[in-house]
């Protein structure tokens, strides 16, 4: 074998190994609506979960929790504001009026959320902190409430790893050509 091919199979062949362990798999088994309708059970049987949280204007909360038994303390950080750490749930009065929304405070309560999809329309994937992941465009449907669009992404295990949703719920999806920015919460799930 020439030098230069067994130095290139021998590179090739690192690389390979060095992928292994990452989740970079496939799209998840089901239709679509089974798959996101699914990924709340999925997710909160995986116990623990990094949760870290962005919104608009700087705002970041993020903790580690006990999804199932819903225990876990958020820290809660903003331009010009202290920073904060309470337990999950309900929003204390305390904290700023922008942070008093389940997206910042109650992880588990964002979760819920996918069972409440419809219109759901697989989009494509991407790389949400590591793993590999399809987006699912859906709307939220919460009852005696109108619907809000929001961007669903899901594991090739089928559990959800990020959902972004408008700061204002009215907000409509924007169309591809449009040019205004949107006001995005984005809640991510780093999950083992």
Known sequence: MPPRLSVTLFFAAA??????GQDRGGAPEGSPAAVVHGAADKTLAVHRARVVVDGPDGRHSEGVVD???????LTFTAPGVASASFPIGSPPPSLPAEFRRIEYTDPVAVIELVRHAEKIDPY??????????????????????EPFFADVYIDSGGRL???????????HRPKDRERRLQRLITVDLELP
């Open 15 to 20: 690389l390979a190994a060095g992928a292994c």
């Open 67 to 73: 999804l199932p038994a819903r225990l876990g303390t």
């Open 124 to 145: 494509g994937g991407l790389l949400v902190r590591g793993a590999g992941t399809v987006r699912y465009d859906v709307n939220i449907r919460l009852p005696g409430q």
């Open 161 to 171: 790893r990020r959902l972004t949703v408008p700061e204002d719920r009215k907000d």
